[in-house]
């Protein structure tokens, strides 16, 4: 089993429409939760962080965290086509290396 | 922009070589971290240095070694390349204690 596990995609969904993206981890003791964007030849931007049950709102996006099911996911709202690229879940736990899962694509079409 | 770099952004070795990769940590950041990520793959922890000692390190061979130096910035090299090492290599840069990592644009190395 992997220890952070993603769908890699591509998710498409058109314009202005919500992207949900999620990922699952298999370590309890997790701590803090990231969500980075990745375009295309370019290196990841961190874009949202939780560490506590429940959801963390940041503009147009939402992070959401559930440890009992060891589950986090992004919500993107009013999607837009430059939000187009891979996103990847990472996680740690008391060390402080990241665990990254192999990402997400996600189309916006027009 | 973050105000991590890296340099160089590109490099061309062929296999046997050694390659020393530099990062510059944002202002007011102490620790750095690497890490490899190849193509299609998340990115692979590699070690961290923090206070100039390696604070964790990743699965893999002695071959990868680093320095932090007294202004925080850091050296990732590799001896004895091989191909698979062919990959985007990444320097995070934080503050102890505060496991918020900011990336530098990385080095695409490639090895031949």
């Known amino acids: 089993q992997k220890e952070v596990e993603q769908n890699s995609g591509p998710l498409s969904v058109p314009e202005g429409a919500i992207a949900s993206l999620n990922c699952t981890y298999s370590?309890?003791?997790?701590?803090?939760f990231f969500w980075y964007r990745q375009y295309s030849g370019k290196s990841p931007e961190l874009i949202m962080f939780?560490?506590?049950?429940g959801d963390k709102e940041d503009g147009r996006f939402t992070a959401q965290l559930n440890k009992a099911s060891q589950y986090v996911s992004l919500l993107i709202r009013d999607s837009q086509p430059s939000d187009s690229a891979t996103y990847l879940c990472?996680?740690?736990?008391?060390?402080?290396?990241?665990?990254f899962g192999t990402g997400t694509r996600l189309q916006v079409t027009l | 922009e973050t105000g991590v770099t890296q340099s160089p952004t590109h490099l061309i070795k062929t296999r046997g070589q050694q390659v020393t990769l530099r990062c510059s940590s944002q202002?007011?950041?102490?620790?750095v971290s690497w890490y490899q990520q190849a193509l299609g793959q998340g990115p692979q922890f590699i070690f961290q240095?923090?206070?100039?000692?390696?604070?964790g390190r990743g699965n893999f061979p002695p071959r990868f070694s680093g320095l932090q130096f007294p202004n925080y910035s850091s050296e990732l090299n590799v001896n004895a390349l091989e191909l698979d090492d062919s990959a985007l290599y990444l320097c995070?840069?934080?503050?102890?204690?505060?496991?918020?990592?900011?990336f530098g644009a990385g080095t695409r190395l490639s090895v031949l």
């Open positions: 240095y923090y206070r100039e000692e390696e604070n």
């Open positions: 939780i560490y506590s049950n």
């Open positions: 202002s007011g950041h102490n620790t």
């Open positions: 990472a996680v740690s736990g008391t060390a402080s290396k990241l665990t």
């Open positions: 995070a840069s934080s503050l102890w204690g505060k496991n918020i990592q900011y």
């Open positions: 370590d309890r003791g997790s701590q803090s």
